[in-house]
């Protein structure tokens, strides 16, 4: 009884030694080159987990993390970082919190993330009780549009614009100042 399914009488898959080695050679290729991809998959998840979104200029932001910081219910500033010339460069959502006795908001400094630390790591808490600053309600409840990296629209509910009274340093990598006004941070 014959197996339908058995190759062809004659039909010989591998013919010797050469073939059957190229044939490893193939997938020993095709196992690194899936390898390479996993590795390259879980690092673009690690990416977005943490947050990072690479943009054109170098500056990299946190937009996907901002998206994840939605569900949270914390108050949210829009941040702008303007280039030299006052035009938006990248706008950044910040986390705003209260304690018993102070508050803050998160800041992202722009150099820590270019030379490659982790946005976690890039980011700076501004306490009012060590650097003076204060939140200007006027526009709070306001929802400030933003895109997201696929380009898709992302509302942000604001509970205002920081104004600070003192420049900001970034005590991390000590090379970053600025100064924010209105929400819109300057690198001085
Ligand atoms: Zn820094």
């Known amino acids: ?3 339908p399914k058995a190759p062809p009488a004659g039909g010989v898959l591998f013919r010797g030694g050469t073939t059957s080695a190229r044939h490893d050679k193939q997938r020993h290729l095709a196992r690194e080159a899936q390898a390479a991809g996993e590795r390259q998959v879980a690092k673009q998840r690690q990416a977005v987990a943490a947050g990072d979104a690479i943009t054109d200029g ?3 932001a946190s937009r996907l993390h901002s998206l994840n910081m939605m569900d949270r219910g914390h108050p949210q500033l829009v941040l702008y970082y303007l280039n030299a010339d006052g035009t938006t460069k990248q706008e950044c959502v910040s986390e705003f919190f209260a304690t018993a006795d102070d ?3 998160t800041l992202v400094c ?3 993330l270019e030379r490659g630390e982790t946005h976690g790591l890039a980011q700076m808490k501004v306490m009012n009780s060590n650097r003076k600053f204060h939140l200007d309600t006027r ?3 306001t929802f400030v549009e933003l895109r997201d990296p696929d ?3 992302l509302h942000v509910k604001i509970c205002g614009t920081v104004t600070c009274d003192e420049t900001i340093k970034c005590d991390s990598c ?3 100042h600025a100064t924010i006004i209105d929400s819109k941070v300057r690198s001085a």
């Open 1 to 3: 009884m014959s197996n």
């Open 58 to 60: 170098g500056f990299v």
């Open 103 to 105: 508050t803050g908001f």
């Open 110 to 112: 722009p150099r820590c």
């Open 139 to 141: 526009l709070a409840g």
């Open 151 to 153: 380009g898709k629209p």
């Open 174 to 176: 000590g090379l970053w």
